[in-house]
């Protein structure tokens, strides 16, 4: 098993640039998250999909979508990138109702907006 | 709202005892705990569960306490290996199964 992949691993965008970072994941989980890490600011949640078919906000989603493909995939698209979109973005699954459960990362992938 | 971690950094000595703490203003369901390497995604450490239940790694050990809402993780007689940034996160069931992290704690071990 792969676990959750991600790509691509770096990216470099100009300012206004779009772009889509993909997810997948090979476990069966229910559960897909985004999160963005900044230094100091810890791992802070941009969106969520608690299950196929539905997605919610969490702390940070300005200036983002997503969009649930399937079960296996959850994807994150910058719009127009802006410099304070510059990050490492990680994303995760877990599995069933999730509270009994822990949530696996992708390796993440690094952006950075100029 | 992201749960607040104490000390937000910690040197330690090969040997050496830490104690890594977790507060949340919301009633807390569960506590999630995560141990980071530079460079690398976080990995799962341990869960603790309202009521008492425990899930994780052997070599590590945490405490819940639902009336103050915190938890601590306690690192005993410290290896250089546990070098890392350690998170803690909360399960807020009123959403529904999302987990909010806090900022983390910087933990390193010197020989």
Known sequence: ?114 | QQPVQSPQAVILREGEDAVINCSSSKALYSVHWYRQKHGEAPVFLMILLKGGEQKGHEKISASFNEKKQQSSLYLTASQLSYSGTYFCGTDDMEYGNKLVFGAGTILRVKS
């Open chain 1, 1 to 114: 098993n792969a676990g959750v992949t991600q790509t691509p691993k770096f990216q470099v965008l100009k300012t206004g640039q779009s772009m889509t970072l993909q997810c997948a994941q090979d476990m069966n989980h229910n559960s897909m998250y985004w999160y963005r890490q900044d230094p100091g600011m810890g791992l802070r949640l941009i969106y969520y999909s608690a299950s196929e078919g539905t997605t919610d906000k969490g702390e940070v989603p300005n200036g983002y979508n997503v969009s649930r493909l399937n079960k296996r995939e959850f994807s994150l698209r910058l719009e127009s990138a802006a410099p304070s979109q510059t990050s490492v973005y990680f994303c995760a699954s877990r599995d069933g109702t999730g509270i009994y459960n822990e949530q696996f990362f992708g390796p993440g992938t690094r952006l950075t907006v100029l």
